[in-house]
């Protein structure tokens, strides 16, 4: 209790320093000095080392300290600082859209629409929500990137960099320890370790825990949502003159207890919810633990000429096994689940870079991935068994360039292409009643996992870019993205997701770079669009190219400092359009194995058949799946000298989204994430260059929301958090 009183007292403190909370997203670089105004944040993202506000595209992009400053501490968090992004908890997977393109299904045989990368190498949409430590930077890109990415980018990409070692720097690093409200513990830490002049090793870790934001009253005991999290990297950089080598391996145990969620209103067990939000009710034992294993190696060597030849290799290894209490409650006919998940992604990128000196530079560059995918999901309701068991392997390639040419000073034509080929094959059955009298030993086959599905496109951008001064650049630019298509089994595929994007930008500075704004406005057509629906004449779920989409808007940010205040903010409107779709509303199924359509005449008696026909609806359209109208936010900090090298710094950050669909059937009842607003506050102790302290809090309102859904279940924000760290740098 006094610890919490102690942490309230600095919560208050933070919120009593600031005047305006309603700024938001990218905030000022930790290393700015103050009273220089906004310092530059250099990404890599188009494989050079560029300047933000001199790259012609819509983006944003933190260092370590802004994201600290902001309370982002992992992907999902990441929505809360940059305009448009959408992440929604789906449980197995997280649905990352962007501009409303990106993910909309949990389906094993959908890929990404938005591409996240970590240290360069391609991330596949499950064990993505590991905590963030030891990081360089975070880009967010948006719009379709066909050209430099490829496929799986038609909502944009995020570019996540961990640290490399420092040579020139001596035997240093910094540890991070804090403790908080819901026996909250966290520690994290790195050593950088210059063994020679061009050869160094840094190795990193952390450790995050909290208990359960659940009180559990079911006949089952439960500490789903807890968090008991760790990792660490080691990173090797061997660098003699103009040769640079970059390995690194990390690994990453994740263990929440289970899935913390209950029945949505409007859905079989939405009767058997119990409490509030906060508590859980289940009959069967639940667990979920994620695991992941990455390596990469980098390679880069520049010629005399200035061309660098550029080489990243990759493999991971991401496993998700997890007990399921299906129907999230004690009512009849529940499910319980037995689900394993595992991914292994094997990656190799060559690229040949020209220097940037002259009228012309160029890319190239070709990309192979193959991911080897295998699931194994035993369902059991009311002691009859169901057994999905199979997986598929996928394999990517690419070949790209890109090209910039300056017309006239300051006037820049980009042209980009990229050939892209997608295949995959899959094996494995759907099987009921293993175990049962009167069924096969082994279970009856009822559906096949095996298929086999291919396809190729073109894809890149065009682009006009005017550097009018030192402080101005316009963009406009078209450009074309692709996410590949798939199968649902051998006699059943569904085509690629394709999205055809205009945009115009504008990115400025003012009062001798005190202030600097980035305006963009875009229109996309997006065809295909993939999404799950049950296939009454099995049964079963598959995914099916449903509709097209009209999607525009736009977007703007705005950093700023002048002395010891710093602010920032952002806002982005979009306005999408799905067209009518005729569907098999699950919402009102469940999400168990119901059978196939019945035989006119025979009444309904799952799991044998079903009667599909009263569930069967036709939307008049809406808004695209996951595309909240708007989203803004902002951050506002100022720092108060207390004498010699002390500082005292508070600061204040809201983010807002609007409501958002996640399901065809647009109910507001069970389809609709609320609209939500978020305060955090952090007040930093800086005693001097090496030591401070921060007192912290995240939803200072106690907002009670929805943060995403999975079949029939909705998962929920954390509560109010706050506490109290200490950082030292040596």
Known sequence: ????????????????????????????????????????????????????????????????????????????????????LSISDGGITQSINIRGIGLASNSPSVTAGVATYVDGLFQPPIVQGNSFYDLASVEVLRGPQGTLVGSNSTGGAIFINTQNPQLNKGLGGYATVGVGNYNSFQSEGAVNLPVSDTFGLRAAGFYRSHRSYYTSVGPVPTDAGKLQEGGGRLTAMWKPGSFQAIAKVSFNDRNTGGYAYRPILGTPFDAYRVGDIRTLSFDTPVANRERAFQASLELKQELASGIVLRSVTGYQNKRINALNDVDASTGPGGVAENYFAGEKVYTQEINIISPTAGRFDWILGGYFQRNDIRIRILQDQGGFPTDIIGGNQRTTTGLFAQGNYEIVPGLEAQLGARYSTYKATGYGDVTIGRGIPGFPTGGLAVASLAGEHKDSLATGKFALNWKIDRDNLLYALVARGYKPGGFNSPTSNFDPERVISYEAGWKSAFLHNRIRTQLSAFYNQYSNFQFNVVEPSTGFSGVENISTVKIKGVEAQVQGRFGGLGFDANVAFVDSHLASVTFVNTRQLGGANLGPQCPAGTPSSPPLCFDYRPFIQTTGGGPNLYAPRLTWGGGVEYEIPLGG???????????????????????????????????????????????????????????????????SNEFYGAPREFGVKLDATF
């Open 1 to 84: 209790m006094k610890l919490h009183s102690m942490l309230g007292g600095a919560l208050a403190l933070a919120l009593a320093c600031q005047s305006d909370a309603g700024l938001a997203q990218q905030t000022a670089p930790a290393t700015e000095a103050a009273g220089q105004g906004v310092g530059d944040i250099i990404v890599t993202a188009q494989r050079r080392k560029e300047k933000l506000q001199d790259l012609a595209v819509s983006a944003t992009a933190f260092d370590s300290g802004s994201l600290a400053a902001k309370a982002v501490t992992n992907l999902s968090e990441l929505q809360n600082a940059s305009p448009a």
């Open 645 to 711: 090298e002390v500082r005292l710094t508070p600061r204040v950050n809201y983010a807002y989204v609007s409501e958002q669909f996640t399901y065809i059937g647009y109910s507001p009842l069970s389809d609709r994430l609320n609209p939500r607003g978020l305060l955090s506050a952090i007040v930093t102790l800086k005693l001097n260059d090496r030591l401070k302290v921060e007192a912290w809090g995240t939803n200072l309102t106690n907002k009670q929301y929805i943060t995403g859904q999975l079949n």
